[in-house]
């Protein structure tokens, strides 16, 4: 009779941890990590951290077996190299409709 649960982490390419869960909700793929044997059912019970902070991104690394933090610095300049967002639909339809007035008043 099994008495407890595997937990396991993925990471990216860059050794972020992107994933952590436990075998009573999914199996491992290829490349997961076993953080913990004989584990409660929850992962987030093993792993007290949130795996993205509030703007979405990744927060720990996996480095030689240990969670090692990204610092902030790391996480801003990270954050300052993101693509800017979309334009918002109003944002759009103010350039149509700034457009449409140059080519009825023949500027465009």
């Known amino acids: 009779m099994r008495t407890g649960y595997n937990h396991y982490i993925r990471l990216n390419e860059a050794g972020e941890v992107v ?10 793929q290829d490349g997961d990590i076993l953080v913990l044997e004989n584990g ?3 992962f987030h019970q093993v792993w007290p951290w949130p795996i993205v902070n509030e703007r979405g991104q990744y927060i720990s690394r996996w480095i030689d077996g240990q969670r090692v933090e990204r610092s902030q610095e790391e ?6 190299q993101r ?7 109003e944002q759009r339809l103010k350039a ?5 007035l140059g080519i009825l008043l023949g500027g465009v």
Do not use: C
Not at 75 to 80: C, K, N, P, V, Y
Not at 83 to 89: F, H
Not at 96 to 100: D, G, K, M, R, S
């Open 96 to 100: 149509i409709e700034e457009l449409n």
């Open 19 to 28: 994933h952590g869960f436990s075998d009573a909700f999914e199996q491992p």
């Open 75 to 80: 996480l801003d300049a990270e954050w300052s």
């Open 40 to 42: 409660p059912r929850h």
């Open 83 to 89: 693509p800017p967002a979309p334009p918002t639909i």
